[in-house]
């Protein structure tokens, strides 16, 4: 099981804003003064880039990745961060018209706030792979593992990758765990031990069910 632990809507939930909490909004929404200046209007930024970068600065702390679409931040959280940068929230239906202006914000406020990125074959992704093998000799439920996954990315300060990724390596986790599982029990195993659990599966007369139910 990989991306199919997930409905096409889940998925889409996944990717996307979910409605924010009064403690999220003043916890994650409340830029600082640092912040603002970070996206000052010195460095060449209109006021929809400014918000839209700002918008972008408090998602990645809250959700531990930045949705797609910018635009579609819950309403309060973007009249908060306008009415402190003193823009209008509206700026932000234009921002982000380009893919590469948004990631490469994304890029400059991950610098900022000291969140690195996971790409193929780096030591992060290499670190998250060996904390899912870990965590699924533990634990089989992939839903399970996917949101420890999520939960271990955001303490570590590592942009969240893509819901399809992530999932197949829960999944490869899970394989890799069943197969390890294998190797350090196989030799337990012995015919009479097998022949034992067979006959737990076998319904008893006396009980009217199987022993092992």
């Not at 839209?52 to 998602?59: A, F, I, P, Y």
């Not at 009415?83 to 590469?100: F, H, I, N, S």
């Amino acid at each position: 099981m990989s991306e199919k632990m997930f409905s096409e809507e889940q998925l889409e939930q996944l990717r996307s804003y979910p409605e924010i909490a009064s403690d999220e909004l003043i916890r994650y929404f409340t830029p600082t003064a640092a912040d603002v200046a970070f996206v000052d209007p010195g460095k060449g930024r209109g006021p929809v880039d400014r918000l839209g970068m700002l918008v972008q600065l408090c998602t990645l702390p809250w959700l531990g990745f930045v949705p797609d679409d910018v635009t579609a931040a819950p309403a309060a959280a973007v009249a908060r961060v306008a009415e402190r940068l003193g823009v209008t929230p509206a700026a932000l239906r234009l921002y982000g018209k380009r893919d590469q202006t948004r990631s490469d914000h994304l890029s400059l406020i991950a610098k900022y706030l000291e969140w690195q990125t996971a790409p193929a074959g780096s030591q992060a992704m290499k670190e998250l792979e060996q904390f899912l093998l870990d965590r699924a000799m533990e634990h089989d439920s992939p839903t399970l593992l996917f949101n420890l996954a999520r939960e271990y990315l955001m303490a570590a300060k590592v942009i969240r990758p893509g819901v399809l990724i992530l999932a197949k390596m829960v999944g490869a986790a899970r394989k890799a765990a069943s197969d390890l599982t294998s190797q350090l029990v196989g030799h337990l195993l012995t015919a009479e031990v097998r022949a034992d659990l067979e006959r737990m599966l076998v319904v008893d007369a006396g009980l009217g069910m199987t022993r092992h139910g």
